[in-house]
């Protein structure tokens, strides 16, 4: 019974398992066959091990960053709605967009950042005459304080893929520092035929993606804006008749009496407590944005 006991024992440490304890206790030092057997089977695992630790590393440093970034000033804020194709005007015709964040059940007025974008096309001069050409509308404003912050025309390429409504806030809106948008409700409203053409939705606050969505998880919602929340400037008659739809997030929530639907939510809070926002460079986005705009 000993013999069996140390042949299975002198079987194990000749393993690719046991070298290391044969290695670490026994002092063995191990050829290159047993060194090529030992990394061939656990060397996956222990780059696993490694990498698991230096993703948790990582993902600490990030958020002792962020909360960081937390108390400086809000810089610029930007809502970017990217399109699933090149579309020229007569493609898309009137739309306009909005993101709203807002306080829910605070003071009434509740503080809220309106960033929005509109349609503005324009007739340009080509060798083969005019033509109609894309021109981008930015409209942020805020209320309480109720003070507009951005409303720029831009002239834009023949074809859009994106929609980029963006502005440097500094000490202007309800919101003065990133920290300030923690627990903050989010809305995005657009109109229906643009929301058929979305690739995804992001909104991004100073370096950080607040929220992204594609479309896979995007959902309609024939609900406008309520009458406090008014369109600036006004709408025309025709572009009133071009409706607006909540832009809403499918979650494998199970509606209630119905467990084969989804719930779709229309408000979502931004809980920093939950979750890290990711740093992001959408100020390049932003800038390749205008480079095209100017071609």
């Known amino acids: 019974m000993e013999i069996f006991y140390r042949e299975r024992l002198r079987i194990g440490?000749?393993?690719?398992?046991?070298?290391?304890?044969?290695?670490?206790?026994?002092r063995l030092p191990m050829s290159d066959a047993e060194q090529a057997a030992f990394f061939a089977q656990?060397?996956?695992?222990?780059e696993e091990l490694l990498t698991g630790r230096f993703d948790q590393v990582d993902q600490q440093l990030a958020?002792?960053?962020f909360l960081h970034e937390c108390e400086k000033p809000v810089r610029h804020v930007a809502g970017v709605v990217t399109l699933d194709g090149g579309y020229t005007p007569n493609d898309l015709g009137h739309f306009r967009f909005l993101f709203v964040v807002t306080k829910v059940g605070a003071e009434d007025p509740a503080p809220t950042l309106f960033v929005g974008g509109r349609d503005a096309y324009l007739v340009a001069q080509v060798p083969e005459g005019p033509i109609l050409a894309f021109g981008e509308h930015v409209l942020i404003w805020s209320q309480?304080?109720?003070?507009?912050?951005?409303?720029?025309r831009l002239g834009v390429q023949a074809r859009q893929r994106d929609f980029v409504s963006a502005s440097h806030v500094s000490g202007k809106g309800p919101f003065k520092h990133l920290k300030d948008f923690d627990e903050r409700?989010?809305?995005?409203?657009?109109?229906?035929?643009?929301?058929?053409?979305?690739?995804?939705?992001?909104?991004?606050?100073?370096?950080?993606?607040?929220?992204?969505?594609?479309?896979?998880?995007?959902?309609?919602?024939?609900?406008?804006?309520?009458?406090v929340w008014r369109w600036q400037?006004?709408?025309?008659?025709?572009?009133?008749?071009?409706?607006w739809v909540a832009v809403g997030i499918q979650t494998d929530e199970p509606v209630k009496m119905r467990p084969e639907l989804k719930q779709v939510h229309t408000m979502w809070q931004l809980p920093f407590g939950a979750y890290t926002p990711a740093r992001s460079e959408y100020r390049e986005y932003t800038l390749e944005a205008g480079q095209r705009r100017q071609q």
Do not use: C, H
């Open 185 to 227: 409700t989010m809305m995005i409203w657009v109109t229906a035929p643009l929301f058929e053409k979305i690739e995804s939705v992001a909104f991004y606050v100073n370096d950080y993606e607040l929220f992204a969505a594609d479309k896979s998880v995007l959902r309609s919602r024939g609900t406008p804006p309520i009458d």
């Open 13 to 26: 440490l000749d393993s690719p398992k046991g070298l290391a304890y044969r290695y670490q206790y026994l």
């Open 233 to 243: 400037p006004p709408l025309t008659p025709e572009e009133e008749a071009v409706p």
């Open 42 to 46: 656990l060397g996956g695992r222990i």
């Open 144 to 152: 309480a304080p109720d003070e507009p912050i951005q409303d720029t």
């Open 63 to 65: 958020r002792i960053e």
